[in-house]
């Protein structure tokens, strides 16, 4: 993990060469995770202001604050612009947010999910019903 020490804080800032001369920084409290899977370098971290944040080979996927303006977008204005959605296929989503918004749709019958990357998934679904590192969710 692309990380800034700053005093006695961690701070994570993602940059880009499709952003150039700017970047987006947060503050780190925990890493539950800093791993290498078989397709990308996966990162959960908790920070202080925007709850467990996704990295993906260094760029944010979501964090807990703001993923509902992605995955709102990304998954009601298909389904509402759509007459009678029954079928959903969701290629990628591991963090599962366009999942849990589709379902919401009561027409909605099957919802498909295809991620190449497995790991991403066990760590959102980890994270997200222990709040925190898989050590934490004894019992789920």
Not at 16 to 28: K, V
Not at 30 to 58: C, P, W
Not at 103 to 129: A, F, M, N, Q, Y
């Amino acid at each position: 993990m692309d990380a800034l020490k700053s005093s006695s804080s961690t701070w994570f800032s993602e940059l880009s060469p499709l952003w150039p001369g700017q970047a987006f920084s947060l503050e780190i409290e925990r890493v539950l995770e800093d791993l290498r899977s078989d397709f990308q370098h996966i990162v959960v971290a908790q920070t202080k202001t925007y709850g467990n944040m996704l990295i993906l080979d260094g760029a944010i996927q979501v964090t807990d604050r703001d993923e509902c303006s992605y995955q709102e977008m990304i998954a009601h204005i298909p389904l509402f612009a759509h007459p009678n959605p029954r079928q959903v296929l969701i290629v990628g989503g591991g963090d599962g947010g366009v999942l849990r918004e589709a379902v919401r749709h009561p027409g909605v019958e099957r919802v498909v999910l295809c991620e190449i990357d497995g790991k991403v998934c066990v760590w959102v679904l980890i994270s997200t019903r222990s709040g925190g590192h898989p050590s934490d969710a004894a019992g789920h």
